[in-house]
């Protein structure tokens, strides 16, 4: 992946790291996520914002890159369990096995802990442009692009229950040589979208929660069940508190 790397480095994906990262920032705001673990570089430094005491991982296999871990996505050197949110940064649509990334992000997931999956949308703009350069390698056109359904799909699957996703970059980046003589104009491709355009962003963040069922409670005998008075307090029966009285006076 260290093509992709490389168009991170242009001012078209300069532009788009930036937007993607303050995306996150605004999700991971909303969660309890003390470890955090990014997979995936942007370089520069660039990285989400976490707040509070939360703590920030960054993993690459990148050699060029400012990472805190260098390993594959694939295998993960972390304990199940040990982080409360996975950040992944255009991953899956990249990876050789796709399915072992998101598996390996799920199993380093504490109880009730967040994934968070950033990658290109097949339906957008972007998607269409990547057909028209069908058979060239040149980035970001090069990969497997995976709709939000299908990576919702793919989470479920492994006990996560997906959350509603987010979308931004409209538009593609136009080709260098359009982008100066547009520098003079704002962008808009990296704007975030609203509810009734997300689907159609260029980028997507879809977002599930791990949740582990609790032990369920024995059912009670029936000698032992419990009668609601009308205030909805539960109380033992007439029978059971009357036994108890004389369980006491006995002993008195």
Partial sequence: MQWLHRW?????????????????????????????????????????????????????????????LRASPEVLPLASGSVDVVVLIHQLEFAERPHQVIREAA???????????????????????????????????????????RVGDWMQLLGLIPRPHDGIALMPPLPQRLRRKAAARPSNYGRSLGPGLRWIGGVHLVMGQKRVAGPTAPRLRWHRRLELIPGGIPQASAGARNAGRERLNDTG
């Fill in 8 to 68: 991170f480095a242009t001012s078209a994906g300069q532009e788009l790291a930036d937007q993607e990262s303050r995306l996150i920032s605004r999700r991971l705001a909303g969660l309890y996520a003390q470890r955090v673990l990014q997979v995936g570089d942007y370089g520069g430094g660039r990285c989400p914002t976490v707040f509070g005491d939360a703590r920030l991982w960054v993993l690459d296999n990148w050699r060029g890159g400012q990472t805190d």
């Fill in 107 to 149: 199993r380093a997931l504490a109880p009730e802990g967040h994934l968070l999956v950033v990658g290109f949308n097949p339906l957008s703009l972007w998607g269409l442009r990547r057909m028209l350069a069908a058979g060239r390698s040149e980035p970001p056109w090069a990969g497997r692009y995976l709709g939000a359904l």
